[in-house]
């Protein structure tokens, strides 16, 4: 099982959370975490845009990036959010498990691993 961090940015810390708590809620993220503001400056439909945006990164496994991502993407307020992810190579194998046992879906009997 392989593991990534997955990032996105939004214009409010309100909205990271909301993202965050949904994600980590759904066991789609062990951990999610908020940082900023910082900011951007980008080209969108020909233009020059700046704003200020949070950066946010989430912990999870390969298995579980799609269903992230369209979480993500769908509880997102951008016409085209930024959503991509990079693996974790190396990590303390004690964190690693974590992730992969707080991302691992639910049993039926509502306990989880």
């Known amino acids: 099982m392989g593991h990534l961090q997955a990032m996105t940015s939004i214009d409010s810390s309100e909205a990271a959370e909301r993202i965050g ?16 503001p910082i900011r951007s400056i980008y080209r969108w ?21 799609a269903e992230l991502a369209q979480e993500i993407a769908q509880a997102h307020p ?8 990079t693996p974790i190579v190396h990590g303390l194998g004690d964190y690693l498990d974590w992730i992969t046992a707080e991302t691992a879906p639910s049993t039926r009997s509502g306990q989880h691993p």
């Open 45 to 65: 439909r020909g233009e020059i845009e700046q704003a200020d945006e949070w950066i946010c990164l989430a912990k999870t496994t390969t298995e579980r990036f």
């Open 21 to 36: 708590r949904l994600l980590v809620e759904r066991r789609l993220a062990a951990c999610f975490q908020v940082l900023g």
């Open 78 to 85: 951008y016409e085209t959010p930024e959503i991509i992810a």
